[in-house]
T-cell receptor
């Protein structure tokens, strides 16, 4: 049991479309981070949400946006999808602070045709 | 900016062999260091972490890692691997002075243990 739940598990979209991925953090966690893991690569940090605000952002274009709700759950939105956006999108939750380990969900596999 | 290098992309071992996976990071400040493991079909799981104190840290399933500050390294070791250790292993670093946890991962090492 991961504790962090993500939906959907798999998603197929076409270029130019928009997609929304969802994440529920582990119970007791208030911070949610999103990562993109391309095939054969390690996860890359997209952004982190705490207190419903984006706190840190990685090197991703503005097409990637997110939201955190009062219950700490989060959404990742990607607009104008490109073939290169095909990847596993991972959500991780933690408690506030740099010394708190992150717990990962199973991910959403996004395929762009 | 931080970066992490994992030198071995694929490792194949027989059961009972010893394991050492290399990890080097690049960052001038204070860091937290992690090893995560991803078993086939499962999510990333924390294997062990180093925040401060004893540079030799022990994790789950008999794994350990040693932080050598002068070498910017955090190598993962296990004296005797089992078939069930077949997985992908990721080293990650977080800059502690930011106050937030933004993990920077290496590209991973795929370990195959043959019975």
């Amino acid at each position: 049991d991961a504790g962090v739940t993500q939906s959907p598990t798999h998603l197929i979209k076409t270029r130019g479309q928009q997609v929304t991925l969802r994440c529920s953090p582990k119970s007791g966690h208030d911070t949610v981070s999103w990562y993109q893991q391309a095939l054969g690569q390690g996860p890359q940090f997209i952004f982190q949400y705490y207190e419903e605000e984006e706190r840190q952002r990685g090197n991703f274009p503005d097409r990637f946006s997110g939201h955190q709700f009062p219950n700490y759950s989060s959404e990742l939105n990607v607009n104008a999808l490109l073939l290169g956006d095909s990847a596993l999108y991972l959500c991780a939750s933690s408690s506030r602070g740099s010394n708190q380990p992150q717990h990962f969900g199973d991910g959403t596999r996004l395929s762009i045709l | 900016a931080q970066s992490v290098s994992q030198h071995n992309h694929h490792v194949i071992l027989s059961e009972a062999a010893s394991l050492e996976l290399g990890c080097n990071y690049s960052y001038g400040g204070t860091v937290n260091l992690f090893w995560y493991v991803q078993y086939p079909g499962q999510h990333l799981q924390l294997l062990l972490k180093y925040f401060s104190g004893d540079p030799l840290v022990k994790g789950i399933k008999g794994f350990e890692a040693e932080f050598i500050k002068s070498k910017f390294s955090f190598n993962l070791r296990k004296p005797s691997v089992q078939w069930s250790d077949t997985a992908e292993y990721f080293c990650a670093v977080n800059a502690r002075d930011t106050g937030f946890q933004k993990l920077v991962f290496g590209t991973g090492t795929r370990l195959l243990v043959s019975p």
